[in-house]
């Protein structure tokens, strides 16, 4: 097994009246267990900016239910430019340039796609998929 | 204006031949802009102890407020627990019928940091993007959690 660990740290001085200081770490299990994922996918792509929905990452079946962590990041430097992140068309948000995310992904079902959508302008994305296994596409 | 970062940090030494250590630092910022996100939740605190679903953030009863919606907020969502048996699933409503999309599962110690557009669309909470959360079992789970909003 493998060990891989995720940490948050949230910091302000000046959000609230006392400075902010939240720091958090997960180690990444398979579901239900304590053993560490194995495998990842990940990558660097150019979304265009045609307003259209893209499938940035299928579900599979065989990680419906499963410890699948991901992590995106709109790599764009223009505070205008964003993406919108959906699952199953289901909005979460808009991935401004410089922002990133990291969520559990279970995978509901095989049209729980996480999916995005570039309204105006090219965003380059970063991503990394940590999970238990997927299905493979027959040739 | 208010400064706030976010860094998220993911490593591993043997999940491949060659070490992973990837860091981003997002300040978190308006939308559109270079001005800090300024309003927040604050860290808030949730014990539940069923498998019944429950809203942890209601955009109808959000703090007598109505969030900006479609901008640049944030939640951050943790399971401080420690068990790797049950777990928590976290979804977000929206669409016909207030359908919930599931988004994940957070076991003891996973956290998870996301954008959140926030729509509200009426008080009976049809199509409000509202996040609710479902144990896995009735064993009592604690969730932190907060809101970082404009």
Same mark, same amino acid.
């Given at each position: 097994?493998?060990?891989?660990?995720?940490?948050?740290?949230?910091?302000?001085?000046?959000?609230?009246?006392?400075?902010?200081?939240?720091?958090?770490?997960?180690?990444?299990?398979?579901?239900?267990?304590?053993?560490?994922?194995?495998?990842?996918?990940?990558?660097?792509?150019?979304?265009?900016?045609?307003?259209?929905?893209?499938?940035?990452?299928?579900?599979?079946?065989?990680?419906?239910?499963?410890?699948?962590?991901?992590?995106? $990041?709109?790599?764009?430097?223009? #505070?205008?430019? &964003? %993406? +919108?992140?959906?699952?199953?068309?289901?909005?979460? @948000?808009?991935?401004?340039?410089?922002?990133?995310?990291?969520?559990?992904w279970s995978q509901a079902d095989a049209t729980a796609n996480l999916?995005?959508? $570039?309204?105006?302008?090219?965003? #380059?994305?970063? &991503? %990394? +998929?940590?999970?238990?296994?997927?299905?493979?596409? @027959?040739? | 204006?208010?400064?706030?970062?976010?860094?998220?940090?993911?490593?591993?030494?043997?999940?491949?031949?060659?070490?992973?250590?990837?860091?981003?630092?997002?300040?978190?910022?308006?939308?559109?802009?270079?001005?800090?996100?300024?309003?927040?939740?604050?860290?808030?605190?949730?014990?539940?102890?069923?498998?019944?679903?429950?809203?942890?953030?209601?955009?109808?009863?959000?703090?007598?407020?109505?969030?900006?919606?479609?901008?640049?907020?944030?939640?951050?969502?943790?399971?401080?627990?420690?068990?790797?048996?049950?777990?928590?699933?976290?979804?977000?409503?929206?669409?016909?019928?207030?359908?919930?999309?599931?988004?994940?599962?957070?076991?003891?110690?996973?956290?998870?940091?996301?954008?959140?557009?926030?729509?509200?669309?009426?008080?009976?909470?049809?199509?409000?993007?509202?996040?609710?959360?479902?144990?896995?079992?009735?064993?009592?789970?604690?969730?932190?959690?907060?809101?970082?909003?404009?």
């Amino acid at each position: 097994m493998a060990t891989t660990t995720a940490t948050l740290t949230l910091a302000s001085t000046d959000l609230l009246s006392d400075s902010l200081s939240l720091s958090s770490t997960s180690t990444l299990y398979d579901a239900g267990t304590t053993t560490g994922l194995t495998q990842y996918d990940s990558g660097r792509v150019k979304i265009p900016g045609d307003n259209n929905i893209y499938v940035l990452l299928d579900s599979t079946a065989a990680a419906v239910d499963k410890g699948n962590r991901v992590y995106v $990041a709109n790599k764009n430097t223009d #505070e205008n430019h &964003y %993406v +919108i992140i959906s699952i199953d068309e289901a909005v979460l @948000g808009r991935l401004y340039g410089g922002d990133w995310m990291f969520i559990p992904w279970s995978q509901a079902d095989a049209t729980a796609n996480l999916e995005i959508k $570039a309204p105006s302008e090219v965003n #380059e994305i970063e &991503y %990394v +998929i940590f999970h238990e296994g997927k299905t493979f596409t @027959g040739a | 204006m208010a400064t706030t970062t976010a860094t998220i940090t993911l490593t591993s030494s043997d999940i491949a031949d060659n070490s992973i250590s990837i860091s981003n630092t997002a300040t978190l910022t308006k939308a559109g802009s270079t001005t800090g996100l300024d309003q927040t939740s604050g860290l808030r605190k949730r014990t539940l102890a069923s498998e019944s679903t429950v809203k942890l953030i209601d955009l109808d009863h959000y703090q007598d407020q109505v969030l900006t919606e479609n901008t640049a907020a944030k939640v951050y969502i943790k399971n401080t627990g420690t068990s790797t048996a049950q777990h928590v699933a976290v979804g977000i409503r929206q669409g016909t019928g207030s359908a919930l999309e599931e988004i994940g599962w957070l076991y003891g110690g996973d956290w998870m940091f996301f954008p959140y557009s926030a729509v509200w669309t009426s008080a009976a909470h049809a199509n409000n993007q509202d996040i609710d959360v479902t144990p896995s079992n009735t064993e009592s789970v604690t969730l932190e959690y907060m809101v970082i909003y404009e």
